[in-house]
Nanobody, 126 residues
């Protein structure tokens, strides 16, 4: 099955950190641009980050800029999202998907996103 498998979600206190992983299953990741998205309870899906195939170009939503860092290890077929200074508002299910290009519109809206995983739950609570 061609999809991503997300992992690393957990319960964390405000101000804490987590690192999410997004492993490609059934395909080779190194030619694909990858986006991270999240959906909080009762809210629309939000695109929060993208990384180009080589890692040389990235996008961050204003809501996570300066706190989250996206990276990738193509040799491990995996993309990561390092999340620091977590806030209550970061509580959501986090997904990754391939996207066609690193632009604000594509990375924020998920236009053309493909190979969605089932997501991993991040809960920020005291």
């Amino acid at each position: 099955q061609v999809q991503f498998v997300e992992s690393g979600g957990d319960l964390v206190q405000p101000g804490g950190s987590l690192r999410l992983a997004c492993a490609a299953s059934g395909f080779t990741l190194d030619e694909h641009i990858v986006g991270w998205f999240r959906q909080a309870p009762g809210k629309e899906r939000e695109g929060i980050s993208c990384i180009s195939a080589t890692g040389g170009s990235t996008y961050y939503a204003d809501s996570v800029k300066g706190r989250f860092t996206v990276s990738r290890e193509n040799a491990k077929n995996t993309v990561y999202l390092q999340m620091n200074s977590l806030e209550f508002e970061d509580t959501a299910v986090y997904y990754c998907a391939t996207v066609p290009i690193v632009t604000r519109s594509v990375c924020s809206d998920g236009w053309g996103a493909n190979k969605w995983g089932k997501g991993t739950l991040v809960t920020v609570s005291s």
